[in-house]
Each structure stands twice: as structure tokens, then as C-alpha cells.
């Protein structure tokens, strides 16, 4: 079994922090690891960092080769730019020179995971499934009707592999509302979907070349030239899209994607919100701080559920309640924790009116 850790995406939503100098994989937003370091570390003794390879934008490898340097340098591939997981996982699926039966893993480079041993067992169960000729998803279980995160649906029977239930995906379901999500979560057949994968290189080449050959042919003629250049010219021009859209949903229509359900404390880091609620988390099983959430040069005076990330400068808080506070050399954020998920609209409009978002790297 060997991984592939997916370092692409801007991480707008956490601006002022992720910059485009340094975005979300490459900070420490939880404990003393970057988000990245943490993603390879969690993976041993499942897979080495022999077996670890990263895919990223070029300007990114250099610094993705300093934060994991027990990875071979030669593990790392970088995109001319990013054009979402299809094109990425359909590089790595042709760049990467490893048997066509092993299992090949796919995971992001920015998720946390509380239960880091709880994930290793699924992957080793979808590492099973996968040898049979399965792609596979992993899905964590739900604990509320999240409208930010795409849903799997299975369907029974359930097939059991080393004890363990694991499913058909009948179908997947993007972004619902809440009252779809209560629907789902009440069958007790939906997940939400982590954008973890388990497949062989066979396997997911084959449903590529099925599903997206406008995407995988390109790459795979670059690849085979042998030239980075021929890599750059046809980048531009491939679709964006995710691997979910381009083969997992129509794969699925063909009964050939499978679910290993996991309740690991999983969460995509997506907002600052959901930051916070991992840092509460990590902070009551006693890994990171304490109950008030946040780090840097900071004072609070009575502040609940709220996450307060200060510098060198001092930042005092006082009875805040559902606030986010960032505080860095280039700009201040304040907002309510429930509209978190706007800080994407605002970095996207600076961008858009060439404002910077930022003028200075951000600190780790």
C-alpha cells in the first residue's frame, strides 16, 4: 500500500491565515505539526514515508520537501497549477511508477483526524476491498445535518471484511439542505464523504480512461513524454473538476464503488468555525491547550465558544460568544463562527480587485 497526499486548493476560507504564499496545509492550525506533516505522520506504520508521495502546485514543492523531509524528494510532483482532484489524482495515477494491483491510497493533505488509529484500520479494510477490484471512499458517520459536505449513500447488504461492515455505494449526494441531510442521516445508510480513496492504480486508471479521458489521456501523453514542459501546455486546458464528480458518481451508477463507514473525529477544516470546534475537541482530550480555544500573544475575560488566533501583538477579548478572531501582520478578522463560511467570499473578491489578500507571508 502506498499514499498519495493531495496538497492542492487556496484555502480561502481560513484567510488571513492561508495565504496564497503559504496556504492551509503548510500552517500549524492544531498541536506543533502543519496540517501536512501531520497527514504523513498519521499514516505509520501502515505506510512508510518510503511509500508517501505528494502531489502540489510547483511553486509548493520546495516547501512541502522542507516540512517532510523523511519523504524521498523524488516523491513529489508538482501540477503546473491546480485544476481539482481529477487532474491531480489522474497525474499521480500516471506519473507514480508502482505495481498495477497495489493499493493506492488517497487522502488530503489538510484534514484532521482525533482517532488516528481508528483511520489506519479502515484503510487497511478498503485496502482489501480495493485488491478485489473496488474504488473505495471512505465515509465518516454523522453526527448532524451538515450542509457543507457531500453525502454517500450505501445500500444493503452490508459485505463484512476483517469484521467489519462495509457497503455498495448506491449514490452520492452533494451539499443538502438541512431537511435532505435529516432524510439521509435518518436511513442510517449515509456518510458524509472525506475525500479519502482507496483503489488500485489498475482500478482507477481503467475508470479514467472510462469517465474522463478528455482529463487522464492529456496527462497521461504529457507523462509519457517525459517532459515537464509538455506537462504545463496541457494543463490549462484540462476541466476542473473534482474526482467525485468525474468517476466516483458514475462509477457508483455502475455498482463499482464501495463504502468503509469510520468514526475517527474527522473533520476538512473547511472554516474557521470548524477549526474551532477541533481546537474545543483536542482541548477536552487534553492534546492541545486549554478550554479557550486559541494561541499567540493573547488575553480573554469571559469569551465562550469561541476561537481567538493573536500574534506578537496582544489581543484581549472580553465576553465574546461564537466569535472568530485572527489576528496577523497583514489583517484583522473578526466574525460570528456561524459566517465563517463568507470569509472565502470576501479573500475571493480581494483577489477578483487585485487586493492582496495579504502582502507578507504568513507565519507557520
Known sequence: MYAVVLAGGGGTRLWPLSTPERPKPFLRLIGDETLIERSVARLSPLVAPNDVYVVTDRRYVDLAREQLPQVPASNFIGEPMGRNTAAAVALAAEAIDRPAGEAMVILPADAHIADESGLRAALAVAGELAADGALVTLGVKPDRPETGYGYV?????????AGRE???????V????????????????????????????AAIR???RRHAPEIVGPIAVACGSGSTDDLAQVYPALRATSIDYAVMEPASLEGAVAVVPMNVGWSDLGSWSALRDAWHDAARAGSVGAATAGTG???????ANSLVLAGDRLVVTIGLTDTIVVDTPDALLICSADRSQEVRSIAEEMARSNQPASTRESKP
Open 174 to 201: 452533494e451539499k443538502p439542505t438541512v431537511e435532505r441531510a435529516l432524510d439521509l442521516i435518518a436511513t442510517g445508510l449515509a456518510s458524509w464523504n472525506a475525500g479519502i480513496f482507496v483503489w488500485t492504480r
Open 297 to 303: 500573544n493573547r488575553r480573554d475575560l469571559g469569551s
Open 206 to 208: 481503467d475508470r479514467l
Open 166 to 172: 462495509t457497503y455498495t455505494v448506491d449514490r452520492f
Open 153 to 161: 449513500v450505501a445500500r444493503l447488504p452490508a459485505r463484512i471484511v
